[in-house]
């Protein structure tokens, strides 16, 4: 019965850890993808262009989608 009781007081630290993990990588994914999120539009061009002159590097931008569904190169 003693060992049984020193296992659980080592798995308490076990079930906590995963409750921070959870509740953690929640918080993160609620902040990144939640309500109010204004991905596009952010600025985040401003540090790609720095990110890609820093490398010495050629943007090639890509295009929108087909408004049809159906790709140009496929279609006859």
Same mark, same amino acid.
């Given at each position: ?6 296992? =659980? ?5 076990? @079930?906590? +850890? %995963?409750? !921070? ?6 918080? $993160? ?10 991905? =596009? ?5 401003? @540090?790609? +262009? %720095?990110? !890609? ?6 943007? $090639? ?16």
């Amino acid at each position: 019965m003693h060992a049984q009781r020193k296992d =659980q007081r080592g798995l308490i630290p076990v @079930i906590v +850890a %995963a409750i !921070v993990a959870v509740v953690g990588t929640a918080a $993160i994914l609620f902040s990144d993808f939640g309500p109010g999120n204004e991905s =596009q539009g952010s600025g985040n061009g401003m @540090i790609t +262009a %720095a990110a !890609v002159s820093r490398a010495s590097a050629i943007v $090639i931008p890509s295009e929108p989608p087909a408004s049809g569904g159906i790709s140009p190169l496929l279609s006859d």
